[in-house]
């Protein structure tokens, strides 16, 4: 045999053995630790969703589920680190609105498109968007704080988790129609934006209702309005922006489960069953409810219906957003 022949013959067999290999690791997945990326601070409302999720999931499958705080950019150092994992289902990424959409309009060079660099595996919830304010802020309103936060344009601050962040992106909406651009603080997500908020270090902020619940109740922070066009059972006192005077800003975020393109079919069926049974658990219902969060109907769990809500999500913020520096 030439050495050619050979090297063919070896390569053949090579390749074969690969392919039998994936196919029976396909089958048996998972058989160790899955790590599920969260591109932003523990603690935060994706954190929340990830792990609230995330226990549910490893149940389903039989092997832990570390959830890797991956922070950063806005959530796209995170995002870049999952697209680049080898596609094996043992690492999946908790991607959001802003990691998954509007962060492709906002970075010209960003490292990954989240149309074609990820599969979507499923959609997990849907989460309102609250205008917050610290608690000594001096408006009472939408309306006066509208007032407020254009007489003292200049001197006020609004914090948010990077450019790309849900709190970035939305909040950047709510200025763009109060007609405002104040100074931005941010922080590696808004766990640790909260945190500045209760303590008074930042005047406001536009957060998933999953991160505002608990502080609003317990009266640490002040809720001006629900961005939603219904007022939300979690917070029935807050009013909608409708109610408040602002109609035209209505904007409810997601967050939802990706693994690197080219991720085997039947580990992506593995993953999103158990996506999808970990939403019909009651402790996750309850949770979620508590939380203020919508959770997807079964026929909207599907990777076909992520896949599409990713597309159109990119072309709606690339209308909104401008590429920044
Ligand atoms: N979702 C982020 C977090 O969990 C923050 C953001 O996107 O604004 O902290």
Not at 80 to 109: C, E, F, V
Not at 127 to 147: C, Q, S, T
Not at 258 to 271: E, N
Request: aromatic share 6%.
């Amino acid at each position: 045999m030439t050495i050619l022949k050979t090297l063919a013959a070896a390569a053949l067999i090579g390749s074969s053995a690969l392919a039998g290999t994936t196919a029976a690791q396909a089958q048996d997945y998972p058989t160790r630790q899955i790590t599920m990326i969260v591109p932003f601070a523990a603690g935060g409302p994706t954190d929340v969703v990830a792990r609230l999720v995330g226990e549910q999931m490893s149940k389903t499958l039989g092997q832990p589920i570390i959830i890797e705080n991956v922070v950063g950019a806005g959530g796209t150092t995170g995002a870049t680190r999952a697209s680049r994992a080898t596609n094996d289902g043992y690492t999946i990424i908790m991607g959001h609105m802003g990691t998954h959409a509007a962060s492709l309009a906002l970075y010209p060079k960003l490292a990954y498109d989240p149309r074609t660099d990820f599969e979507p595996i499923a959609l997990i919830n849907g989460a309102p968007i609250v205008i917050l304010g610290k608690k000594d802020l001096p408006p009472k309103d939408l309306k006066e704080f509208v007032d407020y936060v254009k007489k003292n344009e200049s001197s006020v601050n609004q914090a948010h988790a990077g450019v790309g962040a849900v709190s970035y992106i939305t909040c950047g909406l709510l200025n763009g129609v109060i007609g405002i651009n104040p100074v931005g603080v941010p922080f590696q997500g808004t766990g640790p934006a909260m945190n500045a908020l209760v303590g008074g270090q930042v005047d406001y902020m536009c957060d998933q209702i999953t991160n505002v619940v608990g502080q609003v109740k317990a009266g640490t922070i002040k809720a001006y309005a629900v961005a939603t066009p219904e007022r939300n059972a979690s917070l029935p006192d807050v009013p909608t922006t409708t109610e408040a005077g602002l109609p035209g800003y209505q904007t409810t975020a997601w967050n939802a489960l990706f693994a690197p393109k080219g991720t085997p079919p039947a580990i992506l069926t593995k993953l999103n069953a158990a996506a999808a049974k970990a939403l019909d658990d009651e402790k996750v219902i309850a949770r979620m409810k508590d939380l203020g969060n919508d959770i997807p109907k079964a026929d909207q769990r599907t990777p076909a219906v992520l896949g599409n809500l990713v597309k159109e999500e990119v072309d709606k913020w690339k209308k909104f957003l401008k590429p920044v520096g």
